[in-house]
């Protein structure tokens, strides 16, 4: 079983940066796409960023592109987030996941493409 615990939440005045950590255990497939989403009060939780761990390959969705960066440390089975220049509307909880055999990236995933999810962390940007 995949379990993640996330950390680096907290708040940061817009324009400023944040890295969101996730450690992941139990890894038991040879890869995994895992990644970062966010979820605001009464709204879905909507995708940022993902990584293959096969071969490192990453996909932004358009909500933080170019304002944030992916990355996996496969020594430590521990992917990260840094956001960068946040805005106020960046404000919400933040979930690391990951998704077993079969999955695909390139696109904007729903909650339900990913089956392990992290304890989220909140983010809060002030302006």
């Known amino acids: 079983e995949v379990q993640l615990v996330e950390s680096g939440g907290g708040s940061v005045q817009a324009g400023g940066s944040l890295r969101l950590s996730c450690a992941a255990s139990g890894f038991s497939e040879d890869s995994y796409?895992?990644?970062?989403?966010?979820?605001?009060?009464?709204?879905?939780?909507?995708?940022?960023?993902?990584?293959?761990?096969?071969?490192?390959?990453?996909?932004?969705?358009?909500?933080?592109?170019?304002?944030?960066?992916?990355?996996?440390?496969?020594?430590?089975?521990?992917?990260?987030l840094?956001?960068?220049?946040?805005?106020?509307?960046?404000?919400?909880?933040?979930?690391?996941?990951?998704a077993h055999p079969p999955y695909r990236l390139g696109y904007d995933p729903l909650e339900y493409d990913y089956d392990s999810w992290g304890q989220g962390t909140l983010v809060t940007v002030s302006s």
């Open 33 to 80: 796409a895992i990644g970062w989403f966010r979820q605001v009060p009464g709204k879905v939780r909507e995708g940022i960023a993902f990584l293959d761990t096969k071969d490192g390959t990453t996909y932004y969705t358009e909500r933080m592109k170019g304002r944030c960066t992916i990355s996996f440390e496969s020594a430590k089975n521990t992917m990260f």
């Open 82 to 98: 840094e956001m960068n220049s946040l805005k106020p509307e960046d404000t919400a909880v933040y979930y690391c996941a990951a």
